[in-house]
């Protein structure tokens, strides 16, 4: 199969410092050009021998275009992304797709339409860590999993772009809160039954500059997703429990620490003195009734995402992150966005 064309809208961050440098990197498809409404960006491209179209009307008229990923502020995602599919072009969309389920729905009907292959760039679910996270899920070897944590913690504040402002679909609910609530609905499939988030404001009170959400599950477990950015000492990366052992990942760079219990009952618990106080209920346990290890980092090539996208293309594979993924994603947000207002648990209905 040729390779398929690529044309970047948006060379910015992640247009321009991700899709297009890594489509010339990688080869796995063929860098047409960008597309930039700041003609500093244009011209930056080209000083990088990177073809820039004047205007995006060229770029959807130009019949050699196969995909167009759009890297652009969330609030313009829209218009650039349905535009591209009316013209019969395959889309990429940044995270997070759009600024409602509503909008999203709009984006995927009109990409049925068209005939057109959609997808949307979830390209956390190939981070080591969480990869780590959901072979350990998958295994069973630590029970039944209860209670899922899974935090990102900064002290930068959150950046002073457009993410500072709502209009354009910032806060970090909508930055960090999107890949880290995908990875946990990648663990749990089971029917969620309502979300509880508190919006964090140090210093932005526009949009959110961190949030702690709870999801909670139809069995009773529980996923606790939060993102704060004036985190100077930061909390372990993800904490997974199991009715048989317990998951750790302190740091994104290291592996994961699991400790599985082989015998529940002991014969003599010493109690051990903690502060002014003596407990054997929270004594730790010994080595004749646990077992400990470290698991080894999975590894993954992130730009399968890429590959993925072309073989659906080719009607050769089925995508990898799926529309209705996205859209529970999108719900559960909206959930989230709904419980700070009203400061309670929102009903979820699946
Ligand atoms: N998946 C990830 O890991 C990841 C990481 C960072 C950003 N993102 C997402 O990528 C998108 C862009 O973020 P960024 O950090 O690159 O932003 P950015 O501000 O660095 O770049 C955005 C670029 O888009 C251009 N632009 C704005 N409106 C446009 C329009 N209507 N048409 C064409 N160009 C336009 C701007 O001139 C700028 O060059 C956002 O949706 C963001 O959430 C994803």
Redesign the pocket.
């Known amino acids: 199969m040729e390779k398929k064309n690529l044309v970047v809208?948006?060379?910015?961050?992640?247009?321009?410092?991700?899709h297009a440098a890594k489509a010339i990197e990688k080869g796995v498809v063929n860098l047409l050009g960008i597309?930039?409404?700041?003609p500093a960006?244009s011209e930056l491209a080209r000083s990088r021998g990177i073809f820039a179209y004047d205007t995006?009307e060229d770029v959807l008229s130009d019949d050699r275009v196969d995909i167009i990923t759009?890297?652009?502020?969330?609030d313009?995602?829209f218009?650039?992304v349905t535009r591209a599919l009316e013209a019969g072009k395959h889309v990429i969309?940044?995270?997070?797709v759009a600024m409602s389920s509503e909008e999203y729905a709009k984006m995927v009907e009109c990409a049925e339409k068209n005939n057109c292959v959609f997808s949307v760039?979830?390209?956390?679910r190939w981070d080591v860590d969480f990869l780590a996270m959901k072979q350990i899920y998958n295994s069973g070897e630590i029970g039944k999993i209860f209670n899922y944590e899974s935090r990102i913690h900064g002290s930068r504040g959150i950046p002073s772009?457009?993410?500072g402002e709502k209009e354009h679909?910032g806060g970090m609910l909508?930055?960090w809160g999107?890949?880290l609530i995908d990875q946990a609905l990648q663990l749990f499939k089971q029917k969620i039954t309502g979300v509880y988030c508190k919006f964090i404001h140090t210093t932005n009170f526009e949009v959110d500059d961190g949030y702690k959400l709870y999801i909670y599950f139809e069995d009773g477990a529980q996923a606790y997703i939060e993102t704060g950015t004036f985190n100077f000492i930061a909390l372990p990366r993800m904490y997974m429990q199991g009715d048989k052992g317990t998951t750790l990942i302190t740091d994104w760079r290291e592996k994961a620490k699991v400790t599985v219990c082989k015998h529940w009952h002991e014969s003599d618990v010493i109690p051990v003195q903690t502060g002014a106080g003596l407990t054997k209920t929270m004594a730790p346990r010994d080595s004749i009734t646990v077992d400990e290890y470290e698991i080894e980092r999975p590894t993954a090539d992130v730009y399968d995402f890429y590959r993925n996208f072309c073989d659906v293309i080719d009607g050769k594979a089925e995508l990898i992150v799926k529309s209705d993924e996205v859209m529970r994603v999108m719900k559960v947000m909206e959930a989230a966005f709904k419980s700070d207002e009203l400061g309670q648990v929102v009903a979820f209905e699946e």
């Open positions: 809208v948006g060379y910015g961050g992640m247009g321009g410092g991700y597309y930039d409404i700041d960006k995006y759009v890297a652009i502020p969330n313009r995602h218009e650039r969309c940044e995270k997070p760039h979830q390209n956390r772009d457009w993410r679909g909508l930055d999107v890949h």
